[in-house]
Nanobody, 123 residues
Framework: QVQLVESGGGLVQAGGSLRLTCAASGRTFSDHGMGWFRQAPGKERELVAAISITGGTIYYINSMKGRLTISRDNAKNTVYLEMNSLKSEDTAVYYC????????????????WGQGTQVTVSS
């Protein structure tokens, strides 16, 4: 099992930026593909970004392409999500998750989850 703790969320004005951080502990971090998901009120949880174990394969949700950068530092057991030009529709709880695979875009492949961090974008 991988324990995950997110940080970096908060309240930001539209057009602003945030950098989310997810610190991992437990099993070997570099064995796990990582993902960032979000869930807005009344909506289903969705994958925002995913990164493979080496960082060589990356996915971004279409609605945020060009505004997101996911990265990982395997030496620090940490994955990051940098979000720019934020919009009110980006408001959600953002979750970090660890996959049991080297990489996945499927939620069912992510058994380990953090508690989430709230991102609120004011217009």
């Amino acid at each position: 099992q991988v324990q995950l703790v997110e940080s970096g969320g908060g309240l930001v004005q539209a057009g602003g930026s945030l950098r989310l951080t997810c610190a991992a502990s437990g099993r070997t971090f570099s064995d796990h593909g990582m993902g960032w998901f979000r869930q807005a009120p009344g909506k289903e949880r969705e994958l925002v970004a995913a990164i493979s174990i080496t960082g060589g394969t990356i996915y971004y949700i279409n609605s945020m392409k060009g505004r997101l950068t996911i990265s990982r530092d395997n030496a620090k057991n940490t994955v990051y999500l940098e979000m720019n030009s934020l919009k009110s529709e980006d408001t959600a709880v953002y979750y970090c998750a660890a996959s049991g695979l080297w990489y996945s875009q499927k939620e069912r492949d992510y058994p380990d989850w953090g508690q989430g961090t709230q991102v609120t974008v004011s217009s």
